[in-house]
């Protein structure tokens, strides 16, 4: 009896400079229903390792993984986000249209001298299901078509004073579909066979035919996936507790990465209850998860009952994803990320 054995066949890796050597790790994948059935039929597993995500196949001893994938259809997974706050730390733009998604796919065949693919999440789909009313005008005749894999699949015309037109797309399944209204493309959306949960964040679409050329390269196919990290305005707020008696004689921040902070401002802050020394950042800086050198804040003091010139110390703590908001600056939303120091 032959022995198969499980060969690797693709990588997907997710990066954001916001982790440690940008090796994100808030991702797991889930197979859509009729993807679960072809890993099922060809034996295909995949596993997680931090940020990486290595799949595998069953083979066998006389074929090559390429043939043993080729009438594999394309695959689709959610991508399923376990942190909350990764749309805070994210170069995104806010709020995001609650019924869209990132998309993430393999688009290029790659060879021995390119063995990877590296691009950056911005494509946004909307999720319709595969069973949904399309609205036209009822002035007009409207022509409908919906394409996959850029074969039609649907087409429609609308009756006189008919405002829509029910669409079933149920027989093609899930995928990615382009709408086409009066012989114009219109919108791309992802048609989902069944309802996506909570908390997915976009879907994985490995474009098999892709895969296997770059296998018959006798080339291992990497997906890397760069999101980019959101840049804040600084802005410590330091508080001296009145029960403290001393005096401040002068404080600055000292950076050993050369942030730059404006001159200090006093702010009321808490209601107008506690009055604050604010120091923010002349330029937006890279959120991050943790930082190796701290900014110090450098004061120089005097008790109350003496002269004496005295000085303290403090690390700046990293600025915390929760303290993010945002103000206009230059007509323009800003993002600023706020820490409050109580020397």
Same mark, same amino acid.
């Given at each position: 009896?032959?022995?198969?054995?499980?060969? $690797?066949?693709?990588?997907?890796?997710?990066? $954001? #400079?916001?982790?440690?050597?940008?090796?994100? @790790?808030?991702?797991?994948?889930? #197979?859509? #229903?009729?993807?679960?059935?072809?890993?099922?039929?060809?034996?295909?597993?995949?596993?997680?390792?931090?940020?990486?995500? $290595?799949?595998?196949?069953?083979?066998? @001893?006389? +074929?090559?993984?390429?043939?043993?994938?080729?009438?594999?259809?394309?695959?689709?997974?959610?991508?399923?986000?376990?942190?909350?706050?990764?749309?805070?730390?994210?170069?995104?733009?806010?709020?995001?249209?609650?019924?869209?998604?990132?998309?993430?796919?393999?688009?290029?065949?790659?060879?021995?001298?390119?063995?990877?693919?590296?691009?950056?999440?911005?494509?946004?789909?909307?999720?319709?299901?595969?069973?949904?009313?399309?609205?036209?005008?009822?002035?007009?005749?409207? =022509?409908?078509?919906?394409?996959?894999?850029?074969?039609?699949?649907?087409?429609?015309?609308?009756?006189?004073?008919?405002?829509?037109?029910?669409?079933?797309?149920?027989?093609?399944?899930?995928?990615?579909?382009?709408?086409?209204?009066?012989?114009?493309?219109?919108?791309?959306?992802?048609?989902?066979?069944?309802?996506?949960?909570?908390?997915?964040?976009?879907?994985?679409?490995?474009?098999?035919?892709?895969?296997?050329?770059?296998?018959?390269?006798?080339?291992?196919?990497?997906?890397?996936?760069?999101?980019?990290?959101?840049?804040?305005?600084?802005?410590?707020?330091?508080?001296?507790?009145?029960?403290? +008696?001393? =005096?401040?004689?002068?404080?600055?921040?000292?950076? @050993?990465?050369?942030?730059?902070?404006?001159?200090?401002?006093?702010?009321?802050?808490?209601?107008?209850?506690?009055?604050?020394?604010?120091?923010?950042?002349?330029?937006?800086?890279?959120?991050?998860?943790?930082?190796?050198?701290? #900014?110090?804040?450098?004061?120089?003091?005097? $008790?109350?009952?003496?002269?004496?010139?005295?000085?303290?110390?403090?690390?700046?703590?990293?600025?915390?994803?929760?303290?993010?908001?945002?103000?206009?600056?230059?007509?323009?939303?800003?993002?600023?990320?706020?820490?409050?120091?109580?020397?």
């Amino acid at each position: 009896m032959m022995m198969k054995k499980h060969e $690797h066949w693709f990588t997907l890796e997710i990066k $954001h #400079p916001y982790f440690y050597n940008k090796e994100c @790790p808030v991702f797991d994948l889930l #197979p859509t #229903p009729e993807t679960l059935r072809i890993m099922k039929n060809y034996d295909i597993r995949f596993q997680k390792l931090n940020n990486q995500y $290595h799949f595998y196949a069953e083979v066998a @001893p006389s +074929k090559k993984i390429w043939e043993e994938l080729n009438t594999a259809e394309d695959l689709f997974f959610q991508l399923i986000n376990s942190d909350t706050s990764f749309d805070t730390y994210t170069d995104i733009v806010l709020p995001k249209k609650e019924d869209s998604i990132t998309y993430i796919t393999n688009t290029k065949i790659v060879n021995r001298f390119s063995n990877e693919m590296t691009i950056t999440p911005t494509t946004n789909l909307s999720v319709r299901p595969l069973i949904f009313n399309q609205s036209v005008s009822k002035d007009e005749a409207t =022509n409908i078509a919906l394409k996959k894999d850029s074969q039609e699949v649907f087409s429609s015309q609308s009756q006189e004073k008919q405002s829509v037109i029910p669409i079933d797309i149920r027989a093609f399944g899930s995928g990615i579909y382009e709408l086409w209204i009066n012989g114009s493309l219109t919108t791309n959306f992802f048609g989902s066979a069944s309802s996506l949960t909570t908390n997915c964040y976009g879907i994985l679409h490995i474009n098999m035919r892709n895969v296997l050329e770059s296998l018959k390269e006798n080339t291992l196919p990497v997906l890397t996936a760069n999101f980019d990290v959101r840049d804040t305005y600084k802005e410590y707020l330091i508080i001296v507790p009145s029960n403290k +008696k001393i =005096n401040i004689k002068s404080m600055h921040i000292e950076s @050993p990465e050369n942030e730059e902070y404006a001159a200090p401002e006093k702010r009321m802050v808490f209601d107008n209850k506690e009055e604050a020394t604010v120091f923010t950042s002349i330029n937006p800086i890279a959120l991050q998860q943790k930082v190796t050198n701290h #900014p110090v804040l450098k004061i120089q003091y005097t $008790h109350q009952f003496s002269d004496v010139l005295l000085e303290l110390d403090i690390k700046m703590p990293t600025p915390k994803v929760t303290s993010v908001i945002t103000k206009t600056k230059n007509n323009e939303n800003a993002y600023y990320s706020q820490t409050i120091i109580y020397v």
